[in-house]
């Protein structure tokens, strides 16, 4: 079974309010992409992937007026793809969902949010994650009041042949001090957001244990917007979100795993895998960042899994096929990422 993860950017912006794709030479929401150049890469590489279920990070919006699963199925037809019924959790304010696009030949999911709810006073323990999380970061005896602006997608999971698991989708908080008008605001809005994080990683992080605990197989994947070593702040509070959602100071027994994940905390010296590729303006030249993973549980890691990162200048089998080369470019930002298991 094949188990993706895949930042699409601004996919909400390739179609209309009653979920058609926008299948024209008007502008999408990539700089100097037409929606039908992203739509026919995207196609491409969702064709390629074949995957049983991928979890959309950025999917399309879902409000009054659009509807998250019909753009996603209709994203499905158009491209005859197995993963053609789409799931999606607690709505966001975004325009950037969570949702799941997967083959329902091959399993069943459906949102299935753990925790309590929280009034605006919020809880320590692992609320929903519609909620509100207390948690004091900075050690001033006043807890922050933590909210994800993108809810965690919660998930059970059942395969054709039986097996069950979760699968927890996530858009941790950008640490990029988007709004800053001087070097003092870069310097307050990153170590903000950084703590902002932090705390959601806190947060999934004790949803993790809960599922440990109880032995059920999790994966929890998606864009956590952090690695170790992504900027300076990191060593104002000594580890990276990363870090924490793995329990990377735990018993091996209670740690999840990604092989990139390992690759990337063995330091900076060491090579460097990358799931993301952004322009930068100022400088004229892209920066890559490992941003995106597909973490799972010491019982599922036992299985044997291979994991693979979807990047045509890393991947040599990619980059010698022009056609697919060229849509992960043009398709997104990012890479997918996928995760083969037997289930």
């Known amino acids: 079974?094949?188990?993706?993860?895949?930042?699409?950017?601004?996919?909400?912006?390739?179609?209309?309010?009653?979920?058609?794709?926008?299948?024209?030479?008007?502008?999408?929401?990539?700089?100097?992409?037409?929606?039908?150049?992203?739509?026919?890469?995207?196609?491409i590489v969702f064709t390629a992937l074949d995957a049983d279920a991928v979890m959309v990070i950025e999917a399309p919006d879902q409000n009054g007026r659009r509807s998250t699963v019909r753009a996603l199925e209709s994203f499905a037809?158009?491209?005859?793809?197995?993963?053609?019924?789409?799931?999606?959790?607690?709505a966001n304010d975004t325009q950037q969902e969570i949702a799941l696009l997967y083959d329902p030949d091959r399993l069943a999911a459906r949102h299935d949010p753990q925790g309590q709810p929280t009034g605006r006073k919020g809880a320590r323990e692992a609320p929903r994650f519609?909620?509100?999380?207390r948690w004091d970061l900075d050690v001033d005896a006043a807890p922050d009041l933590i909210r994800f602006s993108k809810p965690p997608l919660e998930l059970a999971v059942e395969t054709a042949a039986g097996a069950r698991l979760r699968?927890?989708?996530?858009?941790?908080?950008?640490?990029?001090?988007?709004?800053?008008?001087?070097?003092?605001?870069?310097?307050?809005?990153?170590?903000?957001?950084?703590?902002?994080?932090?705390?959601?990683?806190?947060?999934l992080r004790q949803r993790v244990e809960t599922h440990l605990e109880a032995g059920e197989p999790l994966i929890v994947l998606g864009d956590l917007n952090d690695g170790p070593g992504l900027d300076e702040y990191e060593k104002l509070f000594g580890r990276s979100g990363l870090e924490i959602v793995l329990g990377q100071d735990g018993p091996p027994d209670r740690r999840?795993?990604?092989?990139?994940?390992?690759?990337?905390?063995?330091?900076?010296?060491?090579?460097?895998?990358?799931?993301?590729?952004?322009?930068?303006?100022?400088?004229?030249?892209?920066?890559?960042?490992?941003?995106?993973?597909?973490?799972?549980?010491p019982d599922l890691r036992a299985r044997g899994p291979v994991w693979r990162i979807w990047h045509p200048f890393d991947d040599p089998d990619l980059y010698q096929v022009p056609e697919l080369r060229e849509a992960l470019l043009t398709a997104s930002d990012h890479f997918p990422v996928s995760l083969d298991i037997a289930l």
């Open 77 to 90: 037809q158009a491209f005859a793809l197995r993963a053609r019924r789409a799931v999606i959790g607690f």
């Open 130 to 133: 519609d909620g509100v999380f």
């Open 1 to 43: 079974m094949r188990i993706v993860t895949y930042n699409v950017e601004w996919f909400n912006a390739l179609f209309d309010d009653a979920g058609a794709l926008l299948d024209d030479d008007g502008p999408s929401g990539r700089h100097g992409l037409t929606r039908h150049a992203q739509i026919e890469a995207l196609g």
């Open 167 to 203: 699968m927890i989708g996530v858009h941790a908080k950008s640490k990029a001090p988007h709004g800053a008008r001087s070097p003092e605001e870069v310097i307050r809005i990153s170590i903000e957001n950084r703590r902002k994080q932090l705390a959601q990683c806190i947060w």
């Open 256 to 297: 999840l795993f990604d092989p990139h994940a390992r690759e990337a905390l063995q330091g900076l010296l060491a090579a460097q895998p990358a799931s993301a590729r952004f322009y930068v303006p100022a400088t004229g030249r892209y920066l890559s960042a490992l941003l995106d993973y597909v973490l799972v549980s």
